[in-house]
């Protein structure tokens, strides 16, 4: 492919930082390019699994794959990590869901700067949980945000907006890889539309920003006397990870996958009301009914309710309650 033809964008030298696979989608379609990845950046390699072996970030392995150099530095407050950096004489630097802050120094180096892609339309929801939070708040569309970074957090001139909608099925799980998809379908395109200077830099609006904050384990577990709908949405947000629980016969059961139910009930929140077709455990809430579908017994895979009636007869018992707060 010639590079050089006037009908073609210039390639641009980039240094890419980023670690989970979501970043990697975003480098593996520069690599596709015609911009040239000259270094990636990445998290030191993290111990995981069962055995507790050190395991490479996605993109880690997908630099490695195409012999791309990588850099891993615990944080770039040493001169010398900054100075590889620096050294490397990028025109811009893509960063997504890299982990480590970047010295203003940095920031400020590249010809074109430095650009984030985060999951969320900004000033919404900035911070580390962003597509979780926005299935939580009932927000009926997310998206990508292309930024000019600077030294807060998620704080930068917005450059290029991508946007989709969140339905009633969706998980985090699917949300994450259709913002996967968006952003890296997007990303070639806003740095040639940035090297041409076609895009206007957006002053974010701090009257409406909102924080993502970090998910934690604790969140996971169910308060039945919620509403039906809110509860549908966190078993949703929460899928992956850490995944919405309840005690079943002090069990603490997984819920992998819940639908909204048009049962009422006058039974006490958290009680079985229903099991519909051997297909659903219809449980009543503060507000509504939810049906529950998939669950996971601890050391077991995920099964329906009908896969757990059949090895479990006597495990839901109408009326009784699941776990109580």
């Known amino acids: ?35 040239q990845v000259i270094a990636t950046f990445t998290q030191p390699d993290r111990k995981a699994g069962r055995g507790r072996k050190l395991q490479a970030s996605p993109v880690k392995q997908l630099a490695l794959e195409h012999e791309l150099p990588v850099f891993q530095p615990a944080s ?19 960063v997504v869901a890299y982990g480590l802050i970047l010295p203003v120094e940095i920031l400020q180096h ?20 962003p597509i979780q939070r926005s299935i939580m708040a009932a927000d009926p569309e997310t998206g990508n945000t292309f930024m000019q970074m600077d030294k807060g957090l998620d704080t930068g001139d917005m450059l ?16 994450h890889d259709h913002l996967a998809t968006l952003g890296a379908q997007q990303i070639s395109t806003v740095l040639d539309d940035l090297n041409a200077g076609r895009l206007s830099p ?25 509403p039906a709908t809110q ?22 059961v997984r819920i992998i996958q819940a639908e909204s139910s048009a049962q009422e009930s006058d039974l006490a929140p958290g009680s079985i009301v229903a099991i519909e077709n051997s297909e659903a ?11 529950l579908k998939r669950l996971q ?28 707060l």
């Open 160 to 175: 290029y907006k991508v946007r989709c909608p969140i339905t009633q099925e969706d998980t985090s799980a699917s949300l």
């Open 1 to 35: 492919m010639n590079h050089n033809s006037t009908d073609e964008p210039t390639g641009l030298r980039i240094i890419f930082a980023g670690t989970p696979e979501f970043a990697a989608r975003h480098l593996s379609a520069l690599i596709d390019s015609h911009h």
């Open 110 to 129: 590249p010809r074109l700067g430095c650009i984030n892609v985060h999951a969320s339309l900004l000033p919404r929801w900035r911070g580390a949980a």
């Open 281 to 291: 455990l219809i449980i009543a809430t503060g507000e509504g009914c939810i049906a």
């Open 231 to 252: 509860i549908h949405r966190t078993i949703r947000a929460l899928n992956p990870w850490p995944m919405a629980y309840t005690q079943i016969q002090d069990q603490t």
């Open 297 to 324: 017994f601890p050391g077991a895979k995920p099964l329906t309710v009908a896969q757990i009636l059949n090895a479990k007869k006597d495990l839901f018992v109408l009326g009784h309650l699941l776990s109580e």
């Open 76 to 94: 770039l407050k040493q001169a010398q990590d900054r100075e590889a950096l620096l050294a490397l004489n990028a025109d811009v630097m893509v």
């Open 202 to 226: 957006e002053v974010q609006d701090e009257a409406v920003v909102c924080y993502a904050e970090k998910l934690t384990k604790q969140e996971g577990q169910v308060d039945w006397q919620l």
